[in-house]
């Protein structure tokens, strides 16, 4: 125990080289270890592993050791790779198929057979669509494989919904926003770790991507330097990296005092904000862009107004070249101004004031001085202006986020960091914020209405009901949930949960478990006994990334990479687990088989027959790849194979900078990197629920605490050593892990707590109450409280039992106490509540 707890704690460090990984590898392949590549998938950054086994002995936690792949371009390792294993024999361990015995959230079941348990929710699933439709099922999934679709899509349902809405949704939208569609995906825009100069983390702990971590402490032993902006210091500021403590829910007027001071100073780049992006692009009074219709009949409406300095209008917009691509339609020799643009004349006769966008962008800078960002951030002036000053002399950049759904406000704050970045000039250059690439590869699946093989179906008349509330969602699945009660915007009658901790993922756990008993089926697939487990009519062991092969492009890394995950594990002895998609596809021959065989599915009855069934997919995909490669240069394909074969991964596009915006347009309307959103003309509806550029907005997901009474903003956070679903429930992390909560010195003197003391937390807002106890750190700034998501607070019941692991129920899980408060148009939902602490007497 001592010995895992050691290495756990060692793998998380950020200074551990991979060289000593690298040399004992190669110690235990001289002893006869076997060595096979693995991507784990406890976070959505699918680092590059290597499982060392022992051959000829049983498979354990001694047999089997977990090293980072080195050289791998997403080369991970953190404490919860470390506990692969432990999860992977974890006593806990969902074994056998369960069926419920006793009211939901009791957690009271009965150990069923494979056929039962698949007989009895397929015939289930069968009534509720014959009486609701296919719509009324709905599934999730925080695996990262997308699992869940197997069952929703096939049936023609299109409610397959993730749960990006608690998690990364906010700098989803906002990179929307300013980069537009294409460019807006998680990974796709990210800071040029290894070669800057200057990185500001704003609400970002750097505990994933660990590959962009490893990245990232190359370029800090090159001189790069780090601030971290957080209202509790992160695992990253341990070191060399400097902190700035900040209140929760301002990190936008602190964004916006920096491209204030940029502007004031001139130090922004003006050159390339004018050719660059559509700050020189000429604006209403109502805001409203000008476009060429406004100025010449029948002119088009895709082609924006720009000016020059002697008043001379000119147009920008996008069209196709000879080859199809869209490229920029401008005048390159016209020098567009930013500001003092005279009136223009329209094609009515009418003569109008305008204005740049750009001037809209400094007029809303414009009151958020040092002196009022201090106001409102607590952010002492002397540190903006410091900050300021090195982020344009040193060329910096602003990462663009991870877990970024906060406090309701979280697409303008991330579209204000994508800002600050364009008024930087930073935008696809070395060092700077670039677009990452993709390899090409395409392993068939499941879509709407298309299946793997290239069949194709009808799918059900309704629109995935999320996007009918938040039409830009990236995936709100509680609008799922609550359909469930109230049947708007239609009834959803099935969930299948495969792989997530909803009760640690969806905000408002109170609400999550009313929403979850008026279920007429709720079917819930996981390795470990979550909370969710508890409000299950059927539970049913899956398999670990360690029991399956996959094949994928490596994720969150600067060149397009493909890899290969072969751990080769079965379960443990005595575990049925199988495969969620076999289990899915299972439940939908025995209700349809019709549309099983939408996807070629017939019955697989052993996991050998359904293993041969999905990897046939790699395969194909993987072979139809290679042929593209070798098409294009004689050998490439047998190299790739090599590589894959030697090192598990192989890298087949490197990054070219100075691409985006400069020769390519991004996916904006104007092509062009818009600090001034037209995204927000689309329609009214998003025209009054975000504005094209927005400042400061108080947090509207809670009730704001009273200043120095006993009332606290309750901000979560992750960090790289506990903070997963699954690794929360391993010793290692009983001894690692942080279940308490933090309070700042200040704070605690004034209500007479000291470190250590058992305290009661009540939401503010929800009224719920727990009990955790308090660590008195300055590593949180007064008036907040911290305490780590996916760490503690399972209330688990029946299933959690063992004496051993008692402690994944001690502290507070976060999101019990949050309102679930989601943001118009984008469906993002606040995670960041409002509590009141008092001291547990006695």
């Not at 700098?171 to 796709?188: L, P």
């Not at 409203?288 to 209008?313: C, R, S």
């Not at 076999?582 to 070629?600: M, N, S």
């Not at 070798?630 to 047998?638: I, Y």
Request: proline residues 6%; glycine residues 10%.
């Amino acid at each position: 125990m001592k010995g895992g707890a050691l290495a756990a704690a060692a793998a998380a460090s950020p200074c551990l080289p991979n060289l000593a990984f690298a040399e004992q590898i190669k110690k235990l392949e001289q002893e006869g270890w076997t060595k096979r590549p693995v991507a784990c998938t406890m976070c959505g950054a699918f680092c590059g592993l290597i499982e060392m086994r022992k051959e000829g002995e049983p498979v354990s936690e001694k047999t089997v050791r977990i090293f980072p792949n080195p050289g791998h371009p997403q080369q991970g390792y953190c404490g919860r790779s470390a506990a692969t294993m432990w999860v992977w024999n974890h006593p806990l361990r969902l074994k056998k198929p369960l069926k419920r015995v006793g009211e939901k959230g009791e957690g009271k079941f009965k150990e069923i057979t494979w056929d039962e348990a698949l007989d009895g929710i397929a015939g289930q699933l069968k009534t509720i669509v014959e009486k609701y439709g296919e719509s009324s099922i709905a599934s999730t999934s925080h695996t990262f494989s997308g699992f869940s679709k197997w069952i929703t899509l096939p049936l023609g349902s299109p409610n397959s919904i993730g749960h990006a809405s608690s998690c990364n949704a906010g700098g989803i939208s906002g990179r929307q926003w300013v980069f537009g569609k294409g460019f807006d995906g998680a990974g796709k825009m990210e800071p040029d770790y290894a070669n800057l100069r200057y990185l500001l983390l704003i609400g970002r702990s750097m505990g994933a991507a660990m590959g962009a971590l490893h990245t990232l402490n190359v370029a800090r032993a090159n001189g790069a330097r780090v601030v971290s902006i957080d209202p509790r210091m992160p695992d990253i500021s341990y070191g060399d990296v400097d902190w700035v403590g900040i209140r929760p829910s301002t990190d936008a007027a602190f964004v916006m005092g920096l491209i204030n001071r940029m502007i004031q100073d001139g130090t922004a780049d003006f050159d390339f904000i004018q050719k660059h992006t559509n700050g020189a692009y000429l604006v209403r009074e109502n805001g409203h862009p000008l476009t060429q219709a406004d100025f010449v009949a029948g002119g088009d409406k895709t082609k924006y107004a720009v000016a020059n300095a002697a008043g001379e209008i000119s147009f920008r917009g996008l069209k196709k070249n000879e080859t199809g691509e869209m490229v920029f339609d401008e005048d390159p020799s016209f020098k567009a101004i930013l500001e003092d643009v005279a009136p223009v004349k329209l094609v009515d006769g009418i003569t109008i004031p305008v204005k740049t966008a750009f001037e809209v962008v400094k007029e809303t800078a414009a009151p958020y001085t040092p002196e009022k960002v201090f106001e409102i951030t607590g952010v002492e002036p002397g540190i903006l202006l410091r900050i300021a000053k090195d982020f344009t002399n040193l060329k910096g950049v602003i990462d663009d986020g991870w877990y970024t759904s906060k406090n309701g406000t979280d697409v303008q704050l991330y579209q204000l960091i994508c800002i600050a970045n364009a008024m930087n000039g930073n935008i696809d250059i070395p060092g700077g914020l670039v677009v990452t690439v993709g390899a090409g590869l395409k392993i068939p699946s499941v879509s709407a209405g298309k299946g793997p093989n290239g069949e194709t179906w009808q799918m059900a008349k309704e629109k995935r009901i999320d996007k009918i509330v938040y039409p830009e969602a990236s995936a709100t699945f509680k609008v799922a949930l609550q359909a469930a009660v109230t049947g708007k915007p239609y009834p959803i009658k099935g969930v299948f949960f495969v792989g997530t901790t909803m009760f640690h993922r969806e905000a408002n756990s109170q609400e999550l478990a009313e929403q979850l008993k008026k279920l007429e089926l709720c079917v819930v697939q996981d390795v470990l006994p979550q909370e969710l487990v508890d409000y299950a009519d059927y539970v049913l062991p899956a398999t670990y990334f360690m029991e399956r092969k996959e094949m994928a492009g490596v994720k969150w890394a600067l060149d397009g990479s493909i890899y290969l995950s072969d751990p080769g594990l079965t379960p443990p002895k005595g575990c049925e687990a199988r495969h969620d998609v076999w289990i899915l596809l299972e439940i939908l021959r025995r209700a349809f088989p019709e549309k099983a065989a939408r996807v070629g599915y017939k019955e697989c009855k052993t996991a050998e027959e359904f293993n041969k069934y999905f990897d046939a997919f790699t395969n194909k995909g993987f072979n139809k790849f290679l042929a593209q490669c070798e098409s294009q240069k004689p050998g490439w394909a047998a190299k790739i194979k090599k590589d894959i074969e030697t090192q598990g991964w192989s890298t087949i596009k490197t990054k070219k900078y100075n691409q985006y915006p400069y020769h390519k347009p991004f996916g904006t309307p104007s092509g062009k990197v818009e600090i001034y959103a037209f995204q927000s003309f689309k329609n009214e509806a998003y025209e009054k629920a975000i504005a094209p550029i927005s400042g400061y907005i108080p947090s509207p997901a809670f009730t704001a605490p009273k200043q120095n009474s006993n009332e606290f903003i309750l901000a979560s956070g992750k960090n790289c050593v506990t903070c997963s679903g699954l690794n929360m429930f391993t010793q290692p992390t009983r001894y690692l892990g942080d279940r308490t909560v933090w309070m700042n010195p200040v704070d605690a003197q004034r209500l007479g707590i000291k470190n250590g003391d058992m305290a009661e937390i009540e939401g503010i807002d929800t009224n719920y109450v727990g009990q955790a106890r308090i660590t008195v750190t300055n590593k949180v700034v007064p008036g907040a409280v911290f305490a780590f998501g996916f760490s503690g607070g399972n209330r688990t019941k029946h299933l959690v039992n063992d004496p051993e692991y008692q402690f994944v129920k001690e502290g507070i899980n976060s999101h019990w106490y949050a309102t679930g408060y989601a943001q118009p148009v984008f469906g993002n939902v606040a995670n960041n509540s409002s509590v009141r602490i008092k001291k547990v007497r006695g």
